[in-house]
């Protein structure tokens, strides 16, 4: 089949539809084959990493990533920059979940030394289109009675006062984690296709803090279609707009995934993944938000927890900068995210810095929507040639 290219202007007659370029590759032989090479049995991943605890202790957290239908949303449409079609397989059971759950379980010596699981399902936990209601219960009562922190993932519509009474009368507390991505309807319409308005997200926090679960809020750092000063100044009005009503901040930087809206914009050269000076720059800013008093995490001053996981960081993929700078800029925004200290990033420079800052500046000045990044890697005068 033809996937239509995805130009922004002048190459095409009618307008593509979002609908359309998001639905177009998971229809492809490539994308076919691959979710029927999975083992339903089998979870996605299982791996354990160091985290905090809710009362800021740290500890080994498990993740459970399950092998899925995937997110309904995805069924009927889809985010511009969701890959996960490529993890999911849409025949699996009730049966192959309780199968999946038992092996994690197994592998990690039933989660023994950790505090805290998180289950994910690339969609929704609580969602009985995607996750059999028998399913949902287990998870939530075994995290419960084996006395571990449970985060789940879930979109906006599932959250309703009448499933989170279900839910916390088998599991009284946990954390749900929303894929929210921007606080801005625009955004979410047209650059992430998400699906639902702030204020459907506005509503969940409501039904969330009604019965005391915590509130976990993903951000992206720029979605399609955007600048990366734009982007920049986006994120910290989102930081501070859901930084009261979540507990914790979380903010994704684009990393690119297979057969996605941002992969083939990437590959016409009409986005590139953030900046890593970007990320620093925005938690220099946001810092004043999460710590009005200047203080650090675990401090009397903090009103939410930020935390900056750049996956594929240092790769063309993710965010990344010139490639000698990459792992040491990387690690201190890990570090940053367990201390909230800014000190981390004290004494941490590079050349490429200044380019970064340039295009920044750039790009306010001028009429460019989509941003002016250049690649950053190779020889100037061969990127500047081909760009
Ligand atoms: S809601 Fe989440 S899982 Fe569903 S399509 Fe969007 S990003 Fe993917
Ligand atoms: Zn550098």
Redesign the pocket.
Known sequence: MTVRKLAMTGEIQKGAKIHDLVKAPANTPWAIEKQQSWDGNLPATVYYTPEMTSDGKPCTAATVILRTKG?H??WSS??TF?G?FNDTRDDVTNENLHAQWEHAKKKLNNFEGMDMVKVYT??SLLEDREIPVEFQQTVLSECHELGKELIVES?CEQLTEEKLQWATSINPKFTVAI?LEAYDDEVLKFHVN?GFTTKSFDRAVKNLQKFDIRVKTYLMFKPPFMSEADALDHIVEWISAVAESSDEISVNPMNIQRGTIIDRLHNDRQYRPPWLWSLVEMIHKAHDIIHPDGGTNGDEDQVSRLIVHPTAGGKIRGSHNCGSCDSEVVAAIERYAVSGDLLEFEGIDCSCKQTWREEISLERCLPTPLGISLPRRGDRAKVLRSA
């Open positions: 997110c949303w995805w889809g985010c969701c996960y690339s969609g979109r894929g998400k």
